[in-house]
């Protein structure tokens, strides 16, 4: 059964690291004109603002500019010309900081992820080459392909907030589990940092 959407102050009341944390178990929803897709977060990287992997760790951009709004702002971005990545905004007003959410383990509307993710893959695949059903722990695992198969979209959600838009969250479904520490994925500066937060043996956990 769908809970209620995490109010704002639930992103005010942590900083960036902890949110990071406490990110993991929630669900996340996209209520599209196609249907209603979701999944719950089981693997987490944060970005703080004097971290050099961080996009607000230069100057304050364009691209960037979400990520200065509230805490609970939707930051979308795009990377290598092709790949869009959902990051919820963290720490107070005016400070770039936020939250990559890296993998989702499926919950809803399984049909429709799988129709996008194919969709979106038969574009590079030749019209004789037969399209294989993507496998329930690959649809979200990695965050590249969970914004594809929730049909998130840097031109429709970036700069919007997670009660106040087409995408939310709401509470943990499950508490009861160990939460793994270690550096992030495919970067390489600030790649020391013990950043990035996961399930422990949660099977739609990106590889890495």
């Not at 990110?23 to 004109?33: K, V």
């Not at 959902?86 to 799988?114: C, H, W, Y």
């Not at 038969?122 to 965050?143: D, F, H, S, V, W």
């Amino acid at each position: 059964m769908q809970g209620s959407k995490l109010p704002l102050s639930f992103y005010h009341s942590h900083d960036t690291l902890s949110l990071a944390r406490n990110l993991l178990g929630c669900e996340l929803f996209h209520d599209s004109p196609e249907g209603i897709t979701s999944g719950i977060i089981v693997e987490t990287e944060a970005y703080l603002r004097d971290d050099p992997a961080c996009h607000a760790f230069n100057r304050r951009t364009a691209r960037t500019e979400p990520m200065y709004g509230e805490p609970g702002t939707i930051y979308v971005y795009l990377i290598y010309g092709m790949y869009q990545c959902f990051n919820v905004v963290s720490n107070k007003a005016g400070i770039g900081e936020a939250v990559l959410i890296r993998a989702l383990q499926p919950t809803g509307g399984l049909d429709l992820m799988q129709y996008r993710r194919q969709v979106i893959r038969a574009k590079a695949a030749t019209p004789a080459k037969p399209r294989k059903e993507i496998a329930l722990r690959e649809l979200c695992r990695g965050p590249g392909k969970l914004v594809k198969a929730m049909g998130i979209d840097r031109a429709i959600h970036n700069n919007l907030t997670l009660t106040d838009s087409p995408l939310y969250l709401t509470a943990p479904l499950f508490t009861s589990f160990d939460v793994m520490v270690t550096t992030r994925i495919g970067i390489n500066v600030g790649a020391d940092l013990p950043y990035r937060f996961f399930v422990k043996n949660n099977p739609f956990v990106s590889r890495g």
